[in-house]
T-cell receptor, first 112, second 114 residues
Framework: GDSVTQMEGPVTLSEEAFLTINCTYT??????LFWYVQYPGEGLQLLLK?????DKGSNKGFEATYRKETTSFHLEKGSVQVSDSAVYFC???????????FGTGTRLQVFP | DGGITQSPKYLFRKEGQNVTLSCEQN?????MYWYRQDPGQGLRLIYY???????QKGDIAEGYSVSREKKESFPLTVTSAQKNPTAFYLC?????????????FGQGTRLTVV
């Protein structure tokens, strides 16, 4: 079945460091791919999305590129801030399905 | 402000009791979803609905029930049959079932069985 695999956390970085959170997926056809962010005690917010191969989603300095050949959608940011500390979820929505399928989430901790 | 409202934010339940979590949206979205989140785990789908008066089981529907009598509302009942109900519950909605359509989430309800 369709699934999403994320790197385990926590990811611990100093402020202004480069961030990569890995995400790979398994799906039939070409799904849409999403990154969501969850701040402590809150719901999820959409961070970015990509709907076809080679698309790059970007928002608030975060980027992710839809790589069909490696079935990946890694999240990157060039310079993280303390305020980026949160849990990040990769998700997919496959063709002919009504469901968003989520990875297990990766906690990011950024220290000053 | 358009959005999704979940209530209450915190809920305590005694063992053997049913409780109902509220989810209301004013985004005019067709689709609504309930997810359960446990520490260190991803989100697991409980139920979803694409249209009024219709809903489908997700991956972990046992011990839960829902209704969709109005487009705006999708309440979730956690019944006494749910063996381990303590969790964070998230309601979401999306404009339609399209491939490119993202979901919008409420702020969540934390349910604790005491």
């Amino acid at each position: 079945g369709d699934s999403v695999t994320q790197m385990e956390g926590p990811v611990t970085l100093s402020e202004e460091a480069f961030l990569t959170i890995n995400c790979t997926y398994t799906a039939t056809g070409y799904p849409s791919l999403f990154w969501y962010v969850q701040y402590p005690g809150e719901g999820l917010q959409l961070l970015l999305k990509a709907t076809k191969a080679d698309d790059k989603g970007s928002n608030k300095g975060f980027e992710a590129t839809y790589r069909k050949e490696t079935t990946s959608f890694h999240l990157e940011k060039g310079s993280v801030q303390v305020s980026d500390s949160a849990v990040y979820f990769c998700a997919l929505k496959a063709r002919n399905t009504d469901k968003l399928i989520f990875g297990t989430g990766t906690r990011l901790q950024v220290f000053p | 402000d358009g959005g999704i409202t979940q209530s209450p934010k915190y809920l305590f339940r005694k063992e053997g009791q049913n409780v109902t979590l509220s989810c209301e949206q004013n985004l005019n979205h067709d689709a609504m979803y309930w997810y359960r989140q446990d520490p260190g785990q991803g989100l697991r789908l409980i139920y979803y609905s694409q249209i009024v008066n219709d809903f489908q089981k997700g991956d972990i529907a046992e011990g839960y029930s829902v209704s969709r009598e109005k487009k705006e509302s999708f309440p979730l009942t956690v019944t006494s049959a749910q063996k381990n109900p303590t969790a964070f519950y998230l309601c979401a909605s999306s404009a339609d079932r399209g491939l490119y359509t993202e979901a919008f989430f409420g702020q969540g309800t934390r349910l604790t069985v005491v």
